[in-house]
């Protein structure tokens, strides 16, 4: 079907009107993600390919593509030893940290990229994460973002492949990317970027709709609109789970 | 197989869920407690966030608590009076200890109060229950009668009121104090209780064991239920999906715990209880003094 899917964005491009020199045309394998309950990740493919008017120019190209998840407002909290306990100290705010970060490319970061254009454009995970005056409330902010950096990685939330988007003929590529379960419901945005010589020649980007659905859509929107008949809903469950189960085992029992 | 939590927002192996809830329900029908002190710090461990885990623990524990209150209702060995005195404090202590929660998990310590919370009061418990079931065994062994001690300061206090139930003539203020300090562990701890209230009835109030346990759970239903409203209301937290599967697993393990306590001898239970109680302190404690593996952690900023 991915295949299927190249051929015709190849086809596409042959009839394609001229716009830039070089130009991105991409597709991605879903734009919507349902986490119902038994929801337990997902995968999504972002292909497509490179428009061309004129002969491919000279120089290194590179791809890149990210995916990040709805940004948040975080602190990061450092323990230190008080006394005889370890207990929560430094903190640092950080502004924008996105909830779910993965940026896959066809080479290492640095070889394909410049730092002016990773730190313009807010392409690797450091530069995805925003933190400003980090200095007036912590000592270190920058030890405090690798630790960000650091937790998220193994809660598969930050991934980073520096070797997962294909490219063939320079010109059709297509990567993977894996959705962990503990996903954060909003709007996703893939980006893709062509460079040269580490210079960014073209992008392209397109939205993903993360959203629960279903039973887990009603309980969490009853849980924020309507917080006391959810808590007595609760309620109600659980006296008729009690008692339910009271009275069954005085029936075994009998 | 795995399911994703609404509120939680994370997803976990259901078989997992249902295998803690029966495990704790086991030890709790043993025990003839709630349970709700190993379920929170085991909800931890498996990526339940505290708030979450302490939240919608309070409504499992409504459900655990009804069940065992109807049998007690059908024995009569509730003494309501004094319930509703503990009530009147548990409701009071459990307001006050949902503000302190919330309070604290702006500042980033709930984590801090919730683990040492638990390192006292567990510590606490479980030594003095170690102590006094030794004793029993000891005295049992020796053959020697057991010394009953039914007057304490306690019975000094101004406001006496007459507990039937419990043959007692005390002050209210007790009871209402203790009922208050137990409010305020429900809503930090996520616990019914029942591990502070039992030994404080018998040891404190002097009451008879036959009300104890009954009145107890009378006492822990209505807090719980108060503790899950506010939680509901003010924190959002309440999972109820978590909650139907922890019960699942737990109405069916404390029905077998419950089997399993009654071949057991009641020294050897208390005992039992008192070892299981402070191995869960050790293991918090030793989170506290220990240096941890990764000193940062990420919180949402609130507001």
């Known amino acids: 079907m991915i295949r299927a899917a190249l051929v015709l964005v190849a086809l596409a491009l042959t009839f394609a009107p001229a716009a830039r020199a070089e130009d991105i045309v991409s597709g991605l394998s879903k734009n919507r993600v349902s986490i119902s309950a038994n929801f337990d990740g997902t995968e999504i493919l972002v292909f497509g390919a490179v428009k061309r008017e004129a002969p491919i120019e000279p120089g290194r190209t590179g791809v890149i593509v990210t995916v990040e998840g709805p940004a948040q407002e975080v602190t990061v909290r450092r323990k230190d030893r008080r006394a005889v306990i370890w207990i929560n100290n430094a903190a640092l705010e950080v502004d924008h940290a996105p909830s779910f970060y993965a940026v896959n490319a066809s080479g290492p970061i640095d070889d394909i990229l410049s730092r002016v254009e990773d730190l313009r454009h807010g392409i690797t995970t450091r530069s995805a994460i925003r933190q400003v005056g980090g200095t007036a409330q912590v000592d270190d902010p920058s030890a405090f973002v690798t630790a960000l950096i650091r937790i998220r990685e193994a809660q598969g939330l930050f991934q980073s492949n520096p070797r997962a988007v294909t490219v063939r003929e320079n010109t059709l590529f297509d990567t993977s990317f894996t959705l962990p379960a503990n996903l954060v419901e909003g709007v996703y945005t893939s980006r893709i970027f062509l460079t040269r010589d580490g210079q960014i020649v073209a992008e392209a980007s397109s939205s993903i709709y993360v959203e629960k659905v279903g039973l887990e859509r009603f309980l969490y929107n009853l849980a924020h609109e309507n917080p006391a008949l959810y808590g007595i809903m609760s309620l109600v469950i659980a006296v008729a789970a009690g008692w339910g189960a009271s009275a069954a085992f005085r029936y075994l029992n009998a | ?303």
């Open chain 2, 1 to 303: 197989m795995q399911i994703y939590l609404p509120i939680a927002e994370v997803s976990v192996n259901v078989i997992l869920l249902l295998g803690l809830g029966t495990l704790v329900g086991v030890l709790s029908g043993m025990f003839g407690v709630g349970g709700g002190f190993l379920m929170t710090p085991l909800l931890f461990f498996i990526g339940i966030p505290p708030a979450v885990a302490v939240a919608t623990q309070a409504n499992q524990i409504v459900a655990a608590s009804l069940s065992g209150l109807l049998a007690h209702l059908r024995r009569r060995t509730v003494d309501f009076r004094m319930g509703t005195v503990l009530l009147i404090g548990g409701i009071g202590g459990s307001a006050v200890g949902v503000e302190i929660f919330a309070t604290l998990r702006e500042m980033g310590q709930v984590d801090l109060l919730v683990r040492l919370s638990y390192v006292v009061f567990l510590g606490i418990i479980g030594a003095l229950m170690f102590v006094e079931s030794l004793n029993a065994i000891l005295r049992s062994r020796s053959g020697a009668a057991p010394a009953r001690r039914r007057h304490t300061w306690v019975h000094a206090l101004p406001g006496k009121v007459k507990f039937r139930t419990s043959g007692l003539y005390i002050s209210v203020l007790p009871p209402i104090a203790i009922g208050f300090l137990v409010g305020m562990l429900a809503a930090i701890m996520g616990v019914g209780g029942g591990f502070v209230l039992v030994p404080a009835m018998i040891y404190l109030l002097g009451m008879p064991t036959k009300v104890v346990i009954g009145t107890s759970l009378f006492n822990i239903v209505f807090v719980a239920a108060f503790t899950t409203m506010m939680h509901a209301m003010t924190t959002y937290t309440v999972d109820v999906a978590l909650a139907v599967l922890l019960l699942v697993g737990g109405v069916i393990g404390a029905q077998v715990g419950t089997q399993i306590g009654l071949k057991m001898k009641a020294e050897q239970l208390r005992i039992a209880l008192a070892g299981l109680v402070l191995l869960v302190c050790g293991k918090l404690a030793l989170d506290l003094l220990l240096r941890p593996d990764e000193l940062y952690s990420i919180a949402p900023v609130i507001g």
